[in-house]
């Protein structure tokens, strides 16, 4: 559909859509998602996927995957031929990560970019210096970084004029990598590309129509409108093109090497195209998906784990404001007094009552203080605290003070909910019920003023 409003009703338009876009793929940060992933498997980029139910963001390259959990560290299995998986970077705070072929690249929580593996082009060690940087992607064997005024960095191979044709300006909103050849999209919802042309990946981009998301494969573009339709163009070799779904309503697409993948607003899988390594037939059924990534001759996407809750009111600066304003690093939670790490909730297990596997996990705190989990049956996002300690409190309405326990250096859990005073019992099936661990802070006193708060949790307590 042609979109024929006046220039700035448009942009406006298409910003918000951007906006939403991104706040999509950045709420699996809300829950606990597993990794599913399936494909060709010779250097075990699938059968190395990390287990646990904390990440937030995948991407693949060629034989490698990345992956990247709440606390913002990066996890990444396959082929390292080049070092693009012994090379990740330790430590938490990253923010984001992309895939190239044999190379890889991570936004740090300071807004810097870091990279590994693959140099042949220089992709790695001419990775630009300084901050504010948004948006990271990766090609055949370049790079591309977004600004956070809108203008586009790119370096590594130029052989197409990947990096030298670079689009000048400062409106863009997105970037994405291929085998030579480079997309973005600007605020307007418009599309550029640039660089190899060998199959209309950059003459056949499609124009005149609001576009949400884009991304490339080797030798195919995907861009998805607004109405959620889905756009291919390029190479066509594998029915990457021409077995395009149609229909709308799709809120994300992944190109693979030749293969693509589409997300349903159920969380749902639609791929196509090449299916050398079973990438396309071994796509898992079913709902509950969040998120989808492609790699060579692999697919990777992310699963809601829903039954483990979900976590909201952080210190990180990445939601609501953190009770007592105690804001720790990204990803860390909320700060304590000793200046390091921070208190961070999470849930683990199955919110069955009837299975009884649910606990609560408590990280970052200071080992050997006293504490215990408040209950409350509404969230308030840093709503006046009146029952307990100094600051702002997550939980409150019908709060309970259960479960005194004294934390360990490292991680507590709190388990056996089943029938205790503050656990599943108390509610019934269906009921959201939230929760928040209060603890003595480092430095302080028995003053009754001596005490911060984690992150808060909530869980739906399943018949």
Same mark, same amino acid.
């Given at each position: 559909m042609m979109y024929s409003s006046s220039s700035s009703t448009r942009s406006r338009r298409a910003a918000s859509l951007l906006l939403a876009f991104a706040g999509l793929l950045s709420s699996s940060a809300q829950g606990q998602n597993s990794i599913v992933s399936w494909g060709d498997d010779p250097w075990g980029p699938l059968q190395s996927s990390p287990t646990g139910t904390d990440f937030i963001q995948l991407a693949g390259g060629a034989q490698h995957s990345l992956a990247l959990r709440f606390d913002g560290s990066i996890v990444s299995g396959g082929r390292d031929l080049e070092n693009q998986v012994s090379g990740t970077p330790t430590g938490v705070g990253f923010t984001r990560v992309a895939a190239g072929y044999y190379h890889s690249l991570a936004l740090r929580s300071d807004s810097s970019i870091a990279s590994w593996g693959w140099d042949i082009e220089s992709q790695v060690s001419n990775t630009p210096t300084g901050?504010?940087?948004?948006?990271?992607?990766?090609?055949?064997?370049?790079?591309? !970084?977004?600004?956070? @005024? $809108? &203008? +586009? /960095?790119?370096?590594?191979?130029?052989?197409? %004029? *990947? =990096? #030298?044709?670079?689009?000048?300006?400062?409106?863009?909103?997105?970037?994405?990598?291929?085998?030579?050849?480079?997309?973005?999209?600007?605020?307007?919802?418009?599309?550029?590309?640039?660089?190899?042309?060998?199959?209309?990946?950059?003459?056949?981009?499609?124009?005149?129509?609001?576009?949400?998301?884009?991304?490339?494969?080797?030798?195919?573009?995907? !861009?998805?409108?607004? @109405? $959620? &339709? +889905? /756009?291919?163009?390029?190479?066509?070799?594998? %029915? *990457? =093109? #021409?077995?395009?779904?149609?229909?709308?309503?799709?809120?994300?697409?992944?190109?693979?090497?030749?293969?693509?993948?589409?997300?349903?607003?159920?969380?749902?899988?639609?791929?196509?195209?090449?299916?050398?390594?079973g990438q396309v037939l071994n796509t898992p059924a079913g709902t509950g998906f969040?998120?989808?990534?492609?790699?060579?001759?692999?697919?990777? !996407?992310?699963?809601? @784990?829903?039954?483990?809750?979900?976590?909201?009111?952080?210190?990180? %600066?990445?939601?609501?404001?953190?009770?007592?304003?105690?804001?720790?690093?990204?990803?860390?939670?909320?700060?304590?007094?000793?200046?390091?790490?921070?208190?961070?909730?999470?849930?683990?297990?199955?919110?069955?009552?009837?299975?009884?596997?649910?606990?609560?996990?408590?990280?970052?705190?200071?080992?050997?203080?006293?504490?215990?989990?408040?209950?409350?049956?509404?969230?308030?996002?840093?709503?006046?605290?009146?029952?307990?300690?100094?600051?702002?409190?997550?939980?409150?309405?019908?709060?309970?003070?259960?479960?005194?326990?004294?934390?360990?250096?490292?991680s507590t859990t709190f388990s056996n909910f089943q029938g205790s005073p503050f656990g599943a019992s108390s509610y019934p099936g269906g009921v959201p019920t939230n929760y928040q661990f209060w603890y003595r802070d480092m430095t302080n006193t028995c003053s009754g003023l001596g005490f911060n708060f984690s992150n808060a949790w909530t869980v739906t307590w399943l018949p």
């Open positions: 901050t504010g940087f948004t948006r990271v992607a990766g090609g055949y064997a370049h790079s591309l !970084a977004l600004h956070s @005024d $809108g &203008s +586009i /960095v790119s370096w590594g191979n130029d052989l197409f %004029g *990947q =990096v #030298s044709n670079t689009p000048n300006g400062s409106d863009f909103a997105q970037v994405a990598g291929g085998g030579g050849f480079s997309l973005a999209l600007n605020h307007d919802g418009l599309i550029v590309a640039w660089g190899n042309d060998s199959f209309g990946q950059v003459s056949n981009a499609p124009t005149g129509v609001v576009f949400i998301q884009i991304d490339g494969g080797n030798s195919h573009c995907l !861009a998805l409108r607004s @109405d $959620g &339709s +889905i /756009v291919s163009w390029g190479a066509d070799n594998h %029915g *990457q =093109v #021409s077995n395009t779904p149609t229909g709308t309503g799709f809120i994300q697409v992944a190109a693979g090497g030749g293969h693509s993948l589409a997300l349903r607003p159920d969380g749902s899988i639609v791929a196509w195209g090449w299916d050398d390594g969040t998120q989808v990534a492609g790699g060579e001759h692999h697919s990777l !996407a992310l699963h809601a @784990d829903l039954n483990m809750g979900s976590a909201y009111c952080f210190g990180d %600066g990445t939601g609501a404001v953190c009770p007592c304003s105690n804001h720790g690093n990204p990803g860390e939670g909320c700060a304590n007094t000793s200046g390091v790490g921070g208190a961070r909730l999470t849930g683990d297990g199955n919110a069955s009552i009837a299975n009884d596997s649910f606990q609560l996990i408590i990280e970052g705190v200071p080992g050997n203080k006293p504490g215990l989990i408040l209950r409350g049956a509404n969230q308030l996002n840093g709503g006046l605290g009146n029952l307990v300690g100094d600051g702002l409190l997550c939980t409150s309405g019908q709060t309970a003070r259960s479960q005194v326990q004294f934390t360990s250096a490292g």
